[in-house]
């Protein structure tokens, strides 16, 4: 089973920049899709990027050009780089396998990034 670490969010002003990182353990993790994910409050969780084994990526069309996710595999870790970060990128990061498990399956703790003036 995979256990998850994120780290890396804060409080940043509209524009700025954060880099957050996700530490797996778990020998899944080499073989496995991974995503990070978000969720604002009072909203459902959402996919924002996805990476394959292969090193391909997907992103929402909300974070596209402004976030860009990757990996190293040796060192079993997941990165977002945001920026250009806007008011509505505000909530807790979360990474995990893709798909993901269910809402009742296991989730890290999660990262709170917040843009404010």
């Known amino acids: 089973q995979v256990q998850l670490v994120e780290s890396g969010g804060g409080l940043v002003q509209p524009g700025g920049s954060l880099r957050l990182s996700c530490a797996a353990s778990?020998?899944?993790?080499?073989?496995?899709?991974m995503g990070w994910y978000r969720q604002a409050p009072g909203k459902r969780r959402e996919l924002v990027a996805r990476?394959?084994?292969?090193?391909?990526?997907n992103y929402a069309d909300s974070v596209k050009g402004r976030f860009t996710i990757s990996r190293d595999n040796a060192k079993n870790t997941v990165f977002l780089q945001t920026n250009s970060l806007k008011p509505e990128d505000t909530a807790v990061y979360y990474c995990n396998l893709f798909p993901p498990p269910p809402p009742s399956g296991y989730w890290g703790q999660g990262t709170q990034v917040t843009v404010s003036s």
């Open positions: 778990g020998s899944i993790f080499s073989s496995a899709a």
């Open positions: 990476i394959f084994k292969s090193g391909n990526t």
